[in-house]
């Protein structure tokens, strides 16, 4: 009789795992390493222009740039970094060279560097000092070698010039300690015939920095956003379809193919929106004595649409030919954070209860609280038969929202494709704001509503609807009036 019991119980209990593990949300189509995961997840990426085009005014060196004008004799990496750490910059990623081939730092394969430069009398080397302030600050770095190199003698020689490419390629990665990511273009001039191994490139990063997101109009990790304003698609998808172009592709369709993606794509390639801080009309990626960076209230505007439609926000602060970040755009970084911290500091939604129009097998591991409860990881679901679901939204009183917050599990993938938020005033449901992806992240300005209760309607998915988490915020006109 014990036997019969014990084998009971045990039937009941693998019963219940099943019923259990069954329940699980299935990953729906391509999904995001952890390396890809963990930099969605950071939002924002700075970018650091600097090299001769400092002293030249130029954007783009042509290579004939002599080391003797490189000098910045107040270089302050730490400055850099302390100011990428006090304003929510979790990473810098650096021009070790641009296309006119002038290395930060003293390169064992080309006089066109550092060493043949005034800077500390040819014994400078910017990158371990940008490694240095990087570890002191605890923030993450990355380097942008660009693949074409308009100094080198090498350059159209194919395989002689890969070969040069891949040799300072491995002095980054293998002699300025841990990279998070690595930058490439499809850079080339106009009549080149040269080929680049990226291929064989992306293949001894992987080997040597296992951390590190590699970038470029394909990936393999993260992808161009189609322009350099910053502004992710309205419709984002982190899925493309990689094998339908290449890097530097110019065909017309790419920029706005890159900056949409492809719903249910084969390739998750997180999307990063690129901008700088100087040129507010037109961006300009080098520091130069004329330019004014951009207004708060535009870096904010960006922030929303990129950040706020579920791709990563990169931007460039270029330093002075002195070595230091200008005054001016320092000024700016700091508002900006401050601005972005007060709107989102206090999450509205606090003390809320939530129902749902259906909870998966009716389970508390898929309630509609998990919305709240401020892990990314746990999720809302809904039962696999439904491609659209509800959430209401009760809170203990009516509350002033602006700006709506929502988030997909995006480890499972991303699959929501239409949705609305809805405000119940005057005995009825409204509609006061109707979009399509969500992704990483989705933030909507709204025009300014005061309510106690809130809709979150899933209209269209790909697959299983599931959200992660949902807040209200209310941005306070004031705070841009004057920024």
Same mark, same amino acid.
């Given at each position: ?74 270089? %302050? ?8 750490? @006090?304003?929510?910059?979790?990473? +810098?990623?650096? &021009? ?15 006089? $066109? ?26 923030? @993450? ?112 369709? =790419? ?26 009309? $037109? &961006? ?13 209230? %535009?870096?904010? %505007? ?23 970040? %200008? ?12 601005? +972005? ?74 699959? +929501?494709?239409?949705?609305?938020? @809805? ?24 025009? &300014?509503? &005061? ?5 979150? =309607? =899933? ?25």
């Amino acid at each position: 009789m014990k036997r019969f019991i014990l084998f009971l119980i045990m039937i009941v209990s693998n019963v219940y795992i099943f019923a259990n593990e069954a329940q699980e949300i299935k990953p729906y189509g391509a999904v995001p390493t952890a390396n890809q995961l963990r930099y969605m997840r950071q939002e924002l990426d700075m970018f650091v222009h600097f090299t001769v085009n400092q002293y030249t005014g130029r954007e783009w060196g042509d290579g004939t740039e002599s080391p003797s004008i490189f000098n910045p004799f107040k270089l %302050d990496t730490d400055q850099w970094a302390r100011v990428a750490k @006090e304003t929510g910059f979790p990473r +810098i990623v650096l &021009t070790a060279k641009h296309h006119d081939g002038f290395c930060l730092w003293p390169s064992k394969y080309t006089d $066109h560097s550092v060493a043949s430069s005034p800077y500390k009398e040819g014994k400078g080397d910017i990158l371990r000092e940008f490694t240095a302030s990087c570890e002191k600050y605890g923030i @993450e770095k990355g380097f942008y070698l660009s693949p074409w190199d308009r100094n080198s003698k090498y350059y159209n020689l194919g395989q002689a010039y890969n070969d040069f490419y891949f040799n300072q390629l491995r002095e980054l990665v293998e002699n300025y300690g841990e990279v998070t990511e690595m930058w490439f273009d499809g850079a080339r001039g106009e009549a080149s015939d040269q080929t680049y191994e990226f291929n064989k490139f992306w293949g001894f990063i992987r080997e040597k920095q296992p951390k590190a997101v590699i970038f470029s109009d394909v990936g393999p990790d993260v992808r161009w956003i189609g322009n350099e304003r910053g502004y992710a698609g309205e419709t984002f998808w982190n899925t493309i379809d990689s094998s339908k172009y290449g890097i530097g592709d110019t065909r017309s369709w =790419v920029p706005a193919y890159l900056n949409v993606g492809e719903a249910g794509g084969p390739d998750w390639r997180v999307g990063q929106s690129d901008t700088s801080i100087r040129g507010r009309y $037109h &961006t300009k990626w080098f520091w130069h004595k004329d330019d004014k960076p951009k207004k708060v209230k %535009d870096l904010v %505007d960006i922030y929303f649409g990129s950040v706020g439609r579920g791709s990563v926000l990169m931007l460039n602060v270029p330093p002075t030919p002195e070595g230091l970040f %200008d005054d001016r755009d320092v000024a700016v970084l700091y508002e900006f954070r401050k601005t +972005i911290d007060e709107i989102f500091s206090k999450n509205l939604i606090d003390g809320a209860t939530l129902s749902a129009s259906n909870v998966r097998g009716g389970s508390d591991s898929f309630s509609p609280q998990k919305l709240i409860d401020g892990d990314l990881d746990s999720h809302w679901g809904a039962d696999d038969a439904l491609l659209s679901a509800s959430v209401e939204i009760k809170l203990p009183e009516a509350r002033k929202v602006n700006v709506i917050s929502l988030s997909e599990p995006i480890a499972l993938g991303q699959r +929501i494709a239409k949705f609305r938020v @809805e405000v119940y005033r005057g005995g009825r449901w409204k509609v006061i704001a109707r979009e399509t992806t969500i992704g990483n992240k989705r933030l909507l300005r709204v025009n &300014t509503v &005061t309510s106690d209760r809130f809709r979150v =309607v =899933v209209e269209d998915s790909l697959a299983t609807v599931c959200l992660s988490e949902i807040g209200l915020f209310y941005e306070d006109g004031r705070l841009l009036a004057k920024k």
